[in-house]
């Protein structure tokens, strides 16, 4: 242990050079200007890892005290995640998702055998929990002052809250208008003070990287390498959850990049550890208003291009992912892929989610419109075993969800208006006589 706080075998390292800085060191950028890992020292972790050592911690008795290493869907892996004393944790807990399968959405896909592992039923309704729980958490054993974050919506809801949980004041930094309803109620109620840029969602992240490293604020962006760690509890769990057998395929929504860097990381490990046979294959899916990665990834990443974003799900419209060169690692790692697909797609496949009755946000929708494309394209056979992510919930965005339903979407495959009719008994029954 450096002090009683983290163990001594993580460091940050960068991921272009060979500089290290150690782990009590405020940092999210080399001196080179590249991205940083958590390295954890997996020599020396391979004999203690084992799936019997995390399958041992699975099913905490519901209704005691909460305790994260059997509580947590993330503080299960803690030792490949932040390895620290429990009673330092911030946890709600967050993880143990669950895996959904039904028969009428697969179909609609293509997809013989595919799940859909639900992220928005996490304790603030999206993914961003996982990462949250390791950032707030690394927060709190640095003694920062304050924390702080850009966001489309989700980010800032999940810092909310864990920073309220912690007790350290949170900034966050939204583009004005451009996040969703039920995003700005949860950062409003949970008690951050809330900056609404006159800006994009680029320009919020441009600028609190610079708030943060002039005022000595702690930043919680995807930037933040402890961020990821958490995230990484989503590829761990999905094995775990399938008796440690990889699935075909994992397909999910791609905006900051900071899951597709953080699931290529996972699996890395994974198989480092024995913990895996397989790496699965990512399949990192864009909204096309806001594909910067999709396009760079069409010149085979000869070209790192950036763009004015702007898309419906508003959760993943960013023009230029900071975890970029992260993310190109993860592909190299899974033999991954990245596609798009158009909002019409995005919104029909939201339909198509919540109308079987599991739902989820627009933007969560890409991964089950882009799991359809790429089975359509030949890229997935429909044979392959399919892990879709949904990243967030239902209720964060009710605004672009009674607009699809209510006449906003002119090609809406699946809308379902609802009907105004007098307060008669009789005109009652003749909407449900014709309805039945
Ligand atoms: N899905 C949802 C619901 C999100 O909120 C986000 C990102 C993503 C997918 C994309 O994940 O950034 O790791 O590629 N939301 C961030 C935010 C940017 O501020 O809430 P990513």
């Known amino acids: 242990m450096i002090n009683d706080k983290w163990s001594t075998n993580i460091e940050l390292h960068c991921i272009h050079c060979p500089k290290t800085y150690p782990v009590n060191e405020v940092r999210y950028l080399c001196d080179c200007g590249g991205l940083l890992d958590v390295w954890h020292d997996l020599e020396n972790l391979r004999p203690q890892i084992n799936r019997g050592l995390f399958d041992g911690r699975l099913h905490g008795a519901p209704g005691r005290r909460v305790t994260p290493t059997t509580d947590s869907g993330v503080w299960r892996y803690q030792e490949i ?86 007790e350290i004041p949170a ?152 975890s970029y060169t992260r993310a190109m690692r993860a592909l190299q790692w899974t033999n991954g892929l990245v596609a798009s697909v158009t909002d019409q797609e995005i919104m029909d496949a939201k339909a198509m989610v919540d109308q079987v009755g599991i739902g989820c946000e627009p933007a969560s929708a890409a991964s089950v419109a882009g799991a359809r494309k790429l089975i359509a394209q030949g890229v997935i056979k429909p044979e392959e075993s399919i892990v879709g992510i949904l990243t967030g919930n239902l209720l964060k965005d009710p605004t672009a969800t009674v607009d699809y339903h209510t006449g906003g979407w002119p090609n809406a495959q699946f809308a379902n208006a609802p009907i105004k009719l007098e307060a008669t ?12």
């Open 81 to 166: 995640i932040l390895p620290t004393p429990v009673n330092n944790i911030v946890s709600r807990p967050e993880g143990n998702t669950p895996l959904y399968e039904h028969p009428r959405l697969s179909k609609w896909v293509g997809a013989d055998n595919l799940l859909l592992k639900h992220e928005g039923e996490n304790p603030t309704g999206s993914f961003k929990d996982r990462g949250m729980t390791v950032g707030v958490t690394q927060a709190k054993l640095m003694g920062s002052r304050a924390v702080a974050c850009a966001s489309t919506g989700n980010t800032s809801a999940s810092l909310a809250a864990y920073a309220a949980l912690a």
């Open 171 to 322: 900034f966050i930094f939204i583009p004005a208008g451009k996040i969703s309803a039920g995003k700005l109620a949860q950062a409003l109620a949970y008690g951050a003070q809330t900056l609404q840029i006159q800006g994009d969602f680029d320009d919020a992240m441009n600028l609190v990287q610079q708030v943060c490293n002039e005022m000595g604020i702690y930043l919680l962006n995807s930037l933040n390498p402890f961020r990821l760690e958490g995230q990484k509890s989503i590829p761990l769990e999905i094995v775990q959850g399938l008796q440690w057998q990889s699935p075909d395929w994992i397909v999910f929504p791609a905006g900051n990049l900071g899951n597709t860097s953080a699931f290529g990381k996972a699996l890395y490990e994974a198989q480092q550890l024995g913990l895996i046979d397989k790496i699965p294959r990512l399949a990192a899916i864009q909204a096309e208003g806001a594909s910067p990665f999709y396009q760079s990834y069409q010149t085979n990443f000869a070209e790192r291009k950036k763009v004015k974003a702007e898309t419906i799900a508003t959760a993943i419209s960013i023009g230029n992912p900071v």
């Open 425 to 436: 008994l009789e005109a009652v029954q003749k909407v449900i006589g014709r309805k039945l």
